[in-house]
Every structure is written in structure tokens, then in C-alpha cells.
């Protein structure tokens, strides 16, 4: 029987993606705080988030051909596959329209919000065949995060900046700290079935 092992390396990596997308929050809300850098501190931002969501896109589209046959989560993935590249697609074109940096922060929410059901929907597979419901965390920060996204649309541009930054960093530590603690538990599993498996030949 084909394990989630593939599923949680790739989901890994897309933690570490988007913690490293994440430390955007460590200059972009300093150059967001003075007028003279504001538009420039915009439009690093929006090609951090439009690089991040399409590379991140495109390693969701392959891991949903990773979920075991049978299992939830497939068509899922792929959809925010899809969605995530769209999105991408449309935050490389606001860079030539000078647009605020309000107006992608419902497309940060969207994004969020997907996700949310997305993991939902994965977790439903992956809790049932390695018994945690460790694997909702990743919904349930999603969620929180799109609902806290949509209601930063008035805050400051600096402000602005940490909120979507930290969104990125908050989820991309739960996708790896989940990841890391899944795959543990995958290779118990493989362990426990090896050793029955060892029994059962011995009688």
C-alpha cells in the first residue's frame, strides 16, 4: 500500500518555501514605513507573493498525484493547484498597474481560505491512516489566517506587511513542523508493519 511518506517530503518543502518567502517580513515593513520606499517596498512584495504562490502551485500540483489512490485530497490539491497559479499570474500583472497594496490582500485571503478547505479535505485521508489529528493544524491556521487577511484591508502599509508576511511564516513553520512529525510517524508505521510482517512469515 503506497504511504503518504512522498506527500509529506513535498509538503515539507513547501513549508520551508514559505518560510523563506515569510522573512520578507524582516525589511519589507521598514521600507513600507517611509514614503520614499513605499512603492518600492509594494512591489517587492507583490513579486514575493506572486513567485511564492506560483512555485508553491506547481509543487501542490505534484503532490496530489502523491496521495495514495482512493484517498481524499486528490482533486483537491490539484484545484488549488490551479487556483494558486491563477492568483500568481494575477499578482505579476498588478505589478505594472502601481496598485496598492491593499487590493492583492483579498487575493492573499482567497488563497487562504482555499487552502483551508484543501488541507481540510487531505487531513480526512492522512488522520485516518496514520491516527493524528495533528494533520488538521495546517486548516485550522489557514483558516484563522484568511479570516485576520481580510480584516488587515485597513490597516497601514507597514502593518499591512507584517500581517501578510507573518501569514507566511506562521504557515509555512506548521507545514514543516507537521510535515517532520508525519513523516515520523510514516516510518513507525513502516516499522510496526514490517515487524508484523516478519511474525507472520516466522509462525
Known sequence: MKTYSEYWAATMIRGLLAVVAGTGVLFIPEMASTILLLPFAVVISILCLAAYGTIDSAIILTTSFMIPRQ????LALRMLGICGAVIGILLFALVSDRVRLHWFIYLAAVQAATAAITEFIVARGTSAH???????????????SSIALLFGKNLSPRELAWLLYGYLGVFGFN???LSARML????????????????????
Do not use: D, M
Not at 496514520?130 to 484563522?144: D, L, M, N, P, T
Open 71 to 74: 484517498q481524499p485530497g486528490r
Open 175 to 177: 507545514l514543516f513542523a
Open 184 to 203: 515520523f510517524a510514516e516510518r513507525e508505521l513502516l516499522n510496526v508493519g514490517h515487524v508484523r510482517t516478519k511474525v507472520t512469515a516466522g509462525k
Open 130 to 144: 496514520q491516527g493524528a489529528k495533528w494533520c488538521y493544524a495546517s486548516a485550522i491556521v489557514a483558516a484563522i
